[in-house]
């Protein structure tokens, strides 16, 4: 019986070593930091999202969404390309990215934050195709630290300042601020767009409807003299 109990004790420590090395060889102090769930306060900083485009376009749209989610990603790497083509680039649209993560996706803040710690370095929108291009990540369940800093580092971010911006959380509350904006207009799922402030409520978000609606704004809006 003794030797029993000599032997649990010893799995017992095993184990707890195993969690410790996971857990630090996953990055687990900042993605606890960052992933943990909302902060006690959403703090309204001023900052109203990343955009593209002309920021003299006649028209806006505005997306929440949540970088874990699937319907997402397909948006992003199958509808977006053609929108930076053919609206964005042409100096029609102007597009504004909004955050809301979804409670129920594990991962989704602490990607949020990676894609805000890019920002802080100039770099939202590549970090924002890495984690949609490379869309696996979301299927695994597994601590994505490790695989974020090699998207990091594609995206041409400074590692040492993507780290301790990571660690230290500091973007959490300005995205539970975008969650809670997107819930006082009636976000009710992701991805969710806005055109010049009206909730688009299509069949289908696609780069052909987004540009019909954005050539018919254009055509109904009087020049300027």
């Given at each position: 019986m003794n030797r029993f109990y000599v032997v649990l004790g010893i799995l017992a420590v095993v184990l707890g070593l195993m969690v410790f090395v996971l857990l630090r060889d996953g990055g687990g102090g900042g993605a606890s930091l960052a992933a943990a769930g909302p902060p006690p306060t959403a703090t309204d900083d001023g900052f109203r999202g990343y955009t593209l485009g002309d920021s003299a376009a006649k028209v806006e749209i505005t997306e929440y969404s949540d970088f874990e989610c699937p319907f997402c990603a397909r948006f992003a790497?199958?509808?977006m390309p053609t929108i930076r083509e053919q609206l964005i680039n042409t100096g029609k649209v102007r597009w504004r990215y909004r955050e809301f993560p979804i409670p129920?996706?594990?991962?989704?803040?602490?990607?949020?934050h990676a894609a805000q710690?890019?920002?802080e370095q100039g770099k939202f929108w590549e970090m924002h195709d890495q984690l949609f291009f490379n869309h696996s990540w979301?299927?695994?369940g597994r601590d994505p630290s490790k695989l974020f800093r090699t998207f990091a580092?594609?995206?041409?971010?400074?590692?040492?300042?993507y780290d301790e911006c990571m660690k230290?959380?500091?973007?959490?509350?300005?995205?539970e601020f975008s969650r809670q904006e997107g819930l006082s207009v009636l976000v009710d799922g992701t991805p969710t767009f806005y055109v010049n402030g009206k909730k688009f409520t299509g069949p289908?978000?696609?780069?052909?409807?987004f540009k019909?609606?954005?050539?018919?704004i254009i055509a109904s809006t009087p020049r300027r003299r």
């Open positions: 790497t199958i509808q129920g996706h594990q991962y989704g803040r602490f990607a949020a710690c890019a920002g979301a299927q695994t580092t594609a995206a041409g971010l400074d590692l040492t300042r230290s959380g500091r973007y959490a509350a300005r995205i289908s978000a696609t780069s052909d409807v019909a609606i954005a050539d018919s």
